[in-house]
């Protein structure tokens, strides 16, 4: 079987308020590949189109890796692949815009745009083997300005400038006491947890939370920036995405070694 296609997304109802979304991309540790995103998207505009007003998002608990991130084999071609109107990015839109609540479902470590995909979500269920770490630093990816500020307005400034100069992870325990991770359980009780929730959050109003829902995401949205920051940010992500860095951290990870960055 091609590994391209073996990245899936499958649908279960739980009931008619509650859907179980889960990703799977097993020979590439659930990487979000461009099929597996836009897979995705689709699933989650065909819930809505449902009006079901909660969902389980998330891969299979019990693995070690929740998702890998961007698929490393598909930015060997897109210099930028977390740009506007990019396979990750309308995703988290998606997942931001929903008429409902969608719950990350989290087992495991989370990386790269993976750690944005979980962030975008509503609340965060995980249990304790769960981790972020924001890898774009080791490859030479500027991240965006959108991006930024999601995490901007989730984590202290310090912890935020961590996450994004060392790529280290932040464990379950710290993620939790920042406020990444609503509740932190056992792996046996996880999906019990999340569902518990869920049907806590069916069993009110959905037109009142999908009003507040809005309201907070417009909210967090109002960030007003001039245009010559704009365009100055522009400039500086334009220059590292097509810099001999970012080639060179490509190749490094493609070759499993250290990446010698020249700052060019």
């Known amino acids: 079987m091609n590994p391209t296609f073996s990245a899936t997304v499958t649908v279960n109802i739980v009931d008619e308020r509650i859907a179980r979304v889960v990703f799977s991309n097993p020979t590439h540790r659930n ?3 461009a099929q597996l995103l836009a897979s995705l998207d689709e699933s989650l505009a ?8 909660v969902v389980i998002l998330g891969s299979e608990v019990g693995q070690p890796v929740w998702s890998a991130g961007h698929d490393i084999r598909e ?3 897109d210099r930028d692949p977390i740009a506007y109107g990019k396979p990750l990015e309308q995703v988290l839109r998606r997942i931001r815009a929903y008429p409902g609540v969608v719950i990350a479902l989290i087992s495991g470590s989370v990386w790269g745009g993976a750690v944005d995909l979980a962030m975008s979500c509503d609340l965060v269920v995980a249990d304790h083997s769960a981790s972020f770490a924001m ?3 080791n490859i030479g990816l500027p991240y965006t300005t959108s991006g930024l500020l999601r995490f901007f307005n989730n984590l202290p400034i310090h912890v935020l400038k961590e996450m994004f100069f060392t790529a280290q992870k932040l464990d379950a325990e710290r993620a939790e006491r920042f406020g990444v991770i609503n509740r932190r359980v056992d792996s046996d009780v996880l999906e019990a947890t999340a569902l518990d929730m869920a049907q806590g959050i069916a069993g009110k109003a959905p037109l009142a939370i999908a009003a507040v829902k809005e309201q907070l995401r417009i909210l967090e949205d109002l960030q007003p ?6 365009e100055q940010i522009a ?8 810099s001999a860095d970012f080639t060179e951290g490509l190749a490094a990870f493609t070759e499993r070694r250290p990446a010698v960055f020249s700052g060019k």
Request: charged share 15%; hydrophobic share 45%; with cysteine.
């Open 135 to 137: 890898t774009p630093a």
């Open 225 to 230: 920036m001039p245009v010559q920051a704009m």
């Open 75 to 77: 930015l060997q071609h």
């Open 235 to 242: 400039e500086l992500r334009r220059q590292a995405c097509e």
């Open 31 to 33: 990487a979000l590949s």
């Open 46 to 53: 065909a819930l809505a189109s449902q009006r079901i007003p």
